[in-house]
């Protein structure tokens, strides 16, 4: 059974770097036939697309986050990873990892979210 | 971007009546090569990620009570919940995956009248 699980600090000081990693299980993040995603969801409010990442290393990020963000995939450790840099406010959100079958598809699996809140 | 609008906001339906949600894309999401409209619905409850309900506009995802249908095609779309249940109290999304960033709906909350 395929599971996600995101990790990393739930709070973040304004102009720092946001770090989160999610970890699969019941499957492989090298599989050729998927993508691996994040999504956020501010409090209260709407989802959006962050990006995605290949098995390859290959990227596609939401022009409107693409100079601050970076996805990243470590194979041999079945994770995939999301910096965000000079977070401001805005950026409080919970974060989900999620996986993509194929290119241009739906988003099937999601992990439970985790909640990060950008303040001094 | 492809922005996605919702109506209405919220609704409120009696326990077994239908309720209906529609969703509009600023731009066709149908690839005429495949003649599929890149379009998805899904459901969250409190507390929980988004679950797939619906793509390609009709197709229910394995496990999804037939209650849930989706309908339309190029910028117009409509998730209907056949009978409402106490269980689908939740907050409704949809979503193009026509073309990146993909993009969501504002969400339709439902509650039971």
């Known amino acids: 059974q395929v599971q996600l699980q995101e990790s990393g600090p739930g709070l973040v000081k304004p102009s720092e770097t946001l770090s989160l990693t999610c970890t699969l299980s019941?499957?492989?993040?090298?599989?050729?036939?998927?993508?691996w995603s994040w999504i956020r969801q501010p409090p209260g409010k709407g989802l959006e697309y962050i990006g995605y990442?290949?098995?390859?290393?290959?990227?596609n990020y939401n022009p409107s986050l693409e100079s601050r963000v970076t996805i990243s995939i470590d194979t041999s450790k079945n994770q995939f990873s999301l910096k965000l840099s000079s977070v401001t406010a805005a950026d409080t959100a919970v974060y989900y990892c999620?996986?993509?079958?194929?290119?241009?598809?739906?988003?099937?699996?999601w992990g439970q979210g985790t909640l990060v809140t950008v303040s001094s | 971007d492809i922005v996605m609008t919702q109506s209405p906001d919220s609704l409120a339906v009696s326990l077994g009546e239908r309720a209906s949600i529609n969703c509009k894309s600023g731009?066709?999401?149908?690839?005429?090569?495949?003649?599929?409209?890149?379009l998805a619905w899904y459901q969250q409850k409190p507390r929980q990620p988004p679950k797939l309900l619906i793509y390609w506009t009709s197709t229910r995802e394995s496990g999804v009570p037939d209650r849930f249908s989706g309908s339309g095609s190029g910028t117009e779309f409509t998730l209907t919940i056949s009978s409402l249940q106490a269980e689908d109290v939740a907050v409704y999304f949809c979503q193009q995956y026509y073309r990146t960033p993909f993009t969501f709906g504002p969400g339709t909350k439902v509650d039971i009248k």
């Open positions: 999620a996986r993509i079958p194929g290119a241009n598809s739906v988003t099937d699996y």
């Open positions: 731009q066709s999401v149908l690839y005429s090569s495949n003649n599929k409209s890149y």
């Open positions: 019941g499957g492989s993040v090298s599989s050729s036939s998927y993508y």
């Open positions: 990442i290949y098995y390859t290393g290959s990227t």
